[in-house]
């Protein structure tokens, strides 16, 4: 099983762009679909895009269409959430989370997760 740790988080203005990126430990990283979420204070979890395990497939939730791009480095057993445009409302603990299952954005099926990294969009 992976292990997951995430980073790249911070503070950026309205409209401005952040990475977000996770390593993930363990030699099976490429068999895992991966995905990104986040959780603002006082909601609930939501789901902002995953990956195939290969990378060739992509899925996004509506909040983050047109917007963020996640990307996959198997070499590197990591992860990336590249958010451009940012919006106030995307300040949230980003997390990644790893998965069997293919094609999924729904956080139950995710059983691995990271300790997630703070990102704070000012107005």
């Known amino acids: 099983q992976v292990q997951l740790v995430e980073s790249g988080g911070g503070l950026v203005q309205a409209g401005g762009s952040l990475r977000v990126s996770c390593v993930a430990s363990?030699?099976?990283?490429?068999?895992?679909?991966m995905g990104w979420f986040r959780q603002a204070p006082g909601k609930a979890r939501e789901s902002v895009a995953a990956i195939s395990w290969s990378g060739s497939n992509t899925y996004y939730a509506d909040s983050a269409k047109g917007r963020f791009t996640i990307s996959r480095d198997n070499a590197k057993n990591t992860v990336y959430l590249q958010m451009n445009s940012l919006k106030p409302e995307d300040t949230a603990v980003y997390y990644c989370?790893?998965?069997?299952?293919?094609?999924?954005?729904?956080?139950?099926?995710?059983?691995?997760w990271g300790q997630g990294t703070q990102v704070t969009v000012s107005s």
């Open positions: 363990g030699r099976t990283f490429s068999n895992y679909c």
């Open positions: 989370a790893a998965t069997r299952k293919i094609g999924t954005l729904r956080p139950g099926d995710y059983n691995v």
